[in-house]
């Protein structure tokens, strides 16, 4: 496991710094440049700002400086939305908002999803699973400002026909702030994970051990969850890592519907204002996270089933 975990470790540090290197090298690609705005800069206020930020060095200086610097846990300061502050400390306070919101969407998505794959599994062809099909079909087609926009126009808003949510986020609300942008960002995970799910146990249905497990008398509750969910949950945990990680970092979407002060609507923001430093942090931040959670994935197959081996790693 230590040896894995080494291994995991050094390949995490070349991801990173790779597209640490190409999120520079695009981002100044572009044309145009953090001082543009409605309000003409004069040529040397231009000049002192990029002196000031180190701006006016060779494109490979900046980035070597950069890296340098990422490595050494700082990621610079912002240089317009909240100018000079700590581009860490910046993330540190938006991400909190949005690994809130992405914990209860996949809460819900997972403890919803899973049983609804299973139960359309144990159902094939009746029509519980056509519905469900249905449903999961019209969950991944959709985007997710769509079912934002729907929820918004019936659940919230002066013309909804049930006032009930706030169309605006505001924690001080209580939970039914939650409501809405929980189930906007939860209902594709949802739908995907029962797809995944059902797609898993029908083919561990057909399987010797399933087979041996009901000719022995077992009840179908057992060898549903117990038996044959046990290998049906491998695929939905390939496609929970990364998701988690996108999830958590912000729904961009979702964040910039309800008005959510969190990451994924500041990453935004940024773009729109060149704040070149916040937007660099935050992409190595979503990177770091889902580099981090596809190692949470590969121990948790090595948990799941046992007959798997980290590769590299103690046999």
Not at 19 to 41: D, H, R, Y
Not at 219 to 232: G, M, P, Q, T, W
Request: overall charge positive.
């Amino acid at each position: 496991m230590a040896k894995y975990t080494l291994k995991r470790f050094g390949m995490a540090l070349i991801t990173l710094l790779i597209v640490a290197s190409l999120t520079f090298l695009l981002m100044n690609c572009i044309p145009g440049g953090p001082w543009q705005s409605e309000k003409a800069l004069s040529k040397a206020t231009v000049e002192a700002l990029n002196e000031k930020y180190g701006l006016d060095k060779p494109l490979y200086v900046q980035l070597g400086i950069y890296l340098k610097n990422m490595f050494c846990g700082d990621l610079g300061v912002s240089f317009k939305m909240q100018k000079n502050r700590p581009v860490v400390d910046i993330i540190m306070e938006m991400f909190p908002v949005s690994a809130g919101i992405g914990f209860f969407s996949l809460l819900w998505a997972i403890l919803l999803g899973i049983p609804l794959g299973c139960i359309a599994a144990y159902k094939r062809g009746t029509w519980v699973d056509s519905l469900l099909r249905i449903i999961c079909t019209l969950g991944v087609s959709m985007p997710s400002f769509v079912v934002a926009s729907l929820l918004l126009t019936t659940f919230a808003g002066s013309n909804a026909s049930l006032r009930i949510f706030p169309t605006i986020f505001d924690a001080s609300l209580g939970a039914k702030t939650y409501v809405l942008p929980c189930f906007a960002l939860g209902f594709y995970p949802m739908c995907y994970i029962a797809r995944q799910a059902r797609s898993s146990m029908l083919d561990a249905f057909g399987q010797d051990y399933i087979k041996t497990a009901r000719a022995k008398g077992l009840k179908n509750s057992v060898v549903i969850f117990k038996h044959a969910l046990r290998n049906a949950l491998i695929p939905v945990i390939t496609y929970l890592g990364p998701q988690i990680a996108f999830v958590f970092c912000g729904g961009f979407v979702i964040e910039k519907v309800f008005t959510i002060p969190g990451l994924g609507r500041y990453f935004i923001n940024s773009i729109l204002s060149r704040d070149y430093p916040v937007i660099m942090g935050t992409t190595i931040f979503l990177a770091a996270f889902i580099i981090f959670m596809n190692f949470i994935v590969d121990v948790m197959y090595h948990i799941v089933d046992p007959r798997i081996k980290l590769a590299g790693g103690e046999k």
